[in-house]
């Protein structure tokens, strides 16, 4: 069975090393590892429009992001090149294909990443919010539900901002307690206004949380909601920086989480795709994102045995679903 991952070379290219460990070395493993074992049939992403981009962020700070003449950075770790506009608009094109080929649940392989970009400011290596435009996008012209199940350790904030007064955008989000790492919100009470309240999840887990927290946070919550929501397309924003090996987030989970997650949740729509977010091991990004490009086609593999939460972290996990709960059950039903 040949499987579809939209990929352009041109990812390649944005090379913020020494600056962060966002290095084009990620995409290139991730992208062999899946060809060296699976038929792998690359479609390339669309170009989409600079108007496009004006869906979501500012024109000042397009500008800012377009005319570089050589490095400058939006912050220490998010450094901008002559390139840069170009290819992160380009991996805003690949997601808009993935929700246009997404009957085939298609895997997004592109770099930078979008979730930390807001309106008028690019952060935590990303520029441009690939999800964001592209959904803003789609929705210009067609009306759609969209949910957003994101599970990279860190909060998308970015994503969280575009969508936070939208109904008709569900963003849902998996992360380490933003108190103990960045970009420091995120917290429960966090769920949308005016109309969108209820409609902007995070689920904060506490550091060093595991399989069973996952387990629990995804059957307790994330379930229940997509299947009141009833999403046309979900999308999966997978961050293998939730692994126990990854070296910037303190989060424990198994390659063999990953595969439960993708599989239970690309049960509830029909129209599901993946985007490769963070993950800086360079041995279990690859097998993160095979993993869940197959858990999607519905084939589960086993890779490792699944790990245990130690018992106190279980704990301040049951309390955190406590509290998402209360918050959320005037919305939903829980
Ligand atoms: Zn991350």
Not at 25 to 52: A, C, G, H, M, Q
Not at 173 to 199: C, M, W
């Amino acid at each position: 069975m040949a499987f579809k991952a939209i990929f352009s070379p041109k990812f390649l290219e944005h090379d913020p090393s020494p600056y962060n460990p966002e290095v084009p070395e990620r995409l290139r493993k991730t992208l062999s590892y899946l060809k060296e074992r699976e038929d792998i049939e690359i479609v390339k992403p669309e170009n989409i429009k600079d108007s496009d981009i004006l869906l979501v962020h500012s024109s000042e700070y397009i500008k800012n992001l377009k005319f570089v003449r050589s490095v400058e950075f939006l912050s220490p770790d998010t450094p901008v090149f002559e390139n840069t506009y170009d290819i992160a608009k380009l991996a805003c094109g690949a997601v808009y294909t993935a929700i246009r080929i997404a009957k085939e649940r298609p895997l997004v392989l592109s770099r930078p990443p979008g979730h930390h970009a807001g309106k008028d400011y690019g952060s935590g290596f990303c520029y441009l919010n690939d999800v964001g435009v592209a959904i803003t996008k789609y929705l210009q012209d067609k009306n759609a539900r969209f949910a957003i199940v994101d599970y990279d350790a860190h909060y998308g904030q970015g994503t969280a901002e575009i969508f936070y007064e939208n109904t008709n955008v569900l963003y849902i989000s998996l992360h380490q307690d933003p108190a103990t790492l960045y970009p420091g919100v995120g917290f429960v009470n966090e769920i949308g206004k005016g109309e969108g309240r209820g409609f902007n999840i995070p689920i904060p887990l506490p550091p060093y949380a595991s399989d069973n927290s996952y387990d629990k946070a995804v059957e307790e919550i994330v379930m229940p909601i997509l299947s009141e929501f009833k999403p046309d397309y979900l999308i999966l924003y997978v961050g293998a920086d939730a692994h126990a090996r990854d070296p910037l987030a303190n989060l424990m989970l198994s390659i063999t989480c990953y595969v439960k997650i993708a599989n239970k949740l690309s049960k509830l729509c029909k129209k599901v795709f993946a985007v490769m977010a963070g993950g800086y091991d360079l041995e279990v990004l690859p097998k993160v994102m095979h993993a869940t490009l197959l858990a999607m086609n519905d084939i589960e593999i086993a890779y490792d045995k699944p790990f245990s939460d130690e018992k106190r972290v279980l704990k301040r996990t049951e309390k955190v679903l406590a509290e998402c709960r209360e918050t959320l059950e005037e919305f939903w039903s829980l």
